[in-house]
């Protein structure tokens, strides 16, 4: 059985960083792509960022480019979410997404990241 499993979540002011880590022991996962998202409390699970199978491609929703940064390391079979420059509407719990390319999907348990003014 596939596990996603999070890491890196918490609480942080308004302006710091975090880092998410993904890590997806047992999964083909140069063969993945890899993604975030995340869902604040009464609102749907949205978008953040996701990338290719090598790394070489990278995207974002519109409201965290230029603050967040993905990133994957093949060899460990780990996923990245580097958060900078964090704002109050950040706060959401963040899940890791794992889309194949036979379009199975697999998502973490999801971690807590609260950011405050």
């Known amino acids: 059985q596939v596990q996603l499993v999070e890491s890196g979540g918490g609480l942080v002011q308004a302006g710091g960083s975090l880092r998410l880590s993904c890590a997806a022991p047992?999964?083909?996962?140069?063969?993945?792509?890899m993604g975030w998202f995340r869902q604040a409390p009464g609102e749907e699970r949205e978008f953040v960022a996701s990338i290719g199978y090598s790394g070489d491609r990278s995207y974002y929703t519109d409201s965290v480019k230029g603050r967040f940064t993905i990133s994957r390391d093949n060899a460990k079979n780990t996923a990245y979410l580097q958060m900078n420059f964090l704002k109050p509407e950040d706060t959401a719990v963040y899940y890791c997404n794992a889309q194949g390319p036979t379009a199975d999907a697999y998502w973490g348990q999801g971690t807590q990241v609260t950011v405050s003014s």
């Open positions: 047992g999964l083909p996962f140069s063969t993945y792509v």
